[in-house]
């Protein structure tokens, strides 16, 4: 092993979390290291996490580009537009995704070198003492010391015992992201947000696409009347939702993947071409920690800390999908940023009352705060407002008419509680929310707010004035 090398910050994982701890942790002057082992598809290392590399940004590509192709036949007539053939390309669609995450991953690696980050490739674990050891992919050693360590591992899928990854016919997202054709017939197991969005991309293209879900209910998380349009939406568009369906049993054969599940009724079989399993995602925290570094893990893997990160263990910190709170990129990024600036001896913050969810599927989904069902739950006096796209008159000119937005305010200050979006570009919209809930503003305040005419916002405008029933543009 080489001699130990000295750092104000060692970061071990360079995702969504890792990188923002590092650069912040650059910029407020800290001599900063980054540990990841993450390879790309060309076997390069590739910095970015899985948000980069196999998450967010490659699936985004994806529904980008089965969007455009969905719209030809079922948007474009609409318009006018008629064209002789339609056809895809899977390698070029894949190809572009490579492309895009190359580009991005690629980025991050420029981003260190301009703030004077060292990279380190390969797997780190934290010993006692603030070290940290990197097993790179040549087979050397390196030992690192920090005076801080921020540990940002990041997550893995779950794997059903029943239904084991093969990268082949039984996959995760990693898998589903790299078809080579079109599926004919796809199975998902799980439709929380991966099998919706990956299952939409699929579909969107031409499979047979078929989800298991366990339970009973439909977006459980999500608001309930958000969750039915969704259903609706979702169903007309062909994606076949089984609530309530445990698989239990897969085998390979040589026609596909035999999928055995049980309706609540009785046991039945289903041949798919490729089975997509995402059932959530564990911290990835497996030889993270060497014994006796006094970090502890919870009974789900998760590393322990404190409201701002902290480990309990003096200068060691924890962020992002390997900590408590929702599995979400940008929850890893402000926790990040607020660990290095902790470190760097300034106020620290994450505000966990107003992460946006999105999810990206058409029409999007988007909420912050709480549902109408936990204000009820926890006896909160709320007032609620709502407004359709299909009365927005930028909507029905893009042929998107979908969907409502629905403000809840708290029934005596008007104080916003939630926001709750279902409809086109509402994984934008959705920040009206976030930035009305952080600087604590009211219903009054949104609905007082001038928003362009027309544009998509309006449907915010009027939901907030529909809290106190003077929507403009719909009848109270
Ligand atoms: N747009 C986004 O923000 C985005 C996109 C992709 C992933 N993610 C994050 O990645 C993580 C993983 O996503 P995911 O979709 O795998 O998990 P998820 O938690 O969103 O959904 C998993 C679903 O699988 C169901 N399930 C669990 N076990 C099952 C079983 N045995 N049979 C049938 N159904 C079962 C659950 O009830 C749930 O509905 C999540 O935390 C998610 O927030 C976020």
Redesign the pocket.
Known sequence: MSEQQQFDVVVIGGGPAGYHAAIRAAQLGLKTACVDAALGKDGQPALGG?CLRV??IP?KALLDSSRQFWNMSHIFGEHGISFADQKIDVATMIGRKDKIVKQFTGGIAALFKANKITPFYGFGQLQPGNIVTVKQHDGSTVELKGTNVVLAAG?D??E?PFAKFDGKNIV??VGALDFTAVPKTLGV?????????LGSVWNRLGAKVTV????PDF???ADKEVAKVAAREFKKQGLDIRLG???SKTEVKADGVHVTFNDGKSDQEMVVEKLLV????RAATKGLLADGTGVKLDARGMIEVDDHCHTGVDGVWAIG?CVRG?????KGFEEGIEVAELIAGLPGHVNYDTIP????TEPEIAWVGKTEEQLKAEGIAYKAGSFPFAAVGRAVAMAEPIGFVKVLADAETDRILGMHLIGPNVSELVHEGVISMEFNGSADDLARICHAHPSLSEAVHDAAMAVDKRAIHKAN
């Open positions: 899985t998450g967010c699936s997550s899928s779950i059903l995760d997202n197991i799980g439709a929380g947000v991966i099998g919706l969005e298991f879900e366990a339970l977006l459980a998380a369906t445990k698989v995402c059932v959530g995602r999908d929702p599995m979400l990129a940008h969810n999105v999810i990206y």
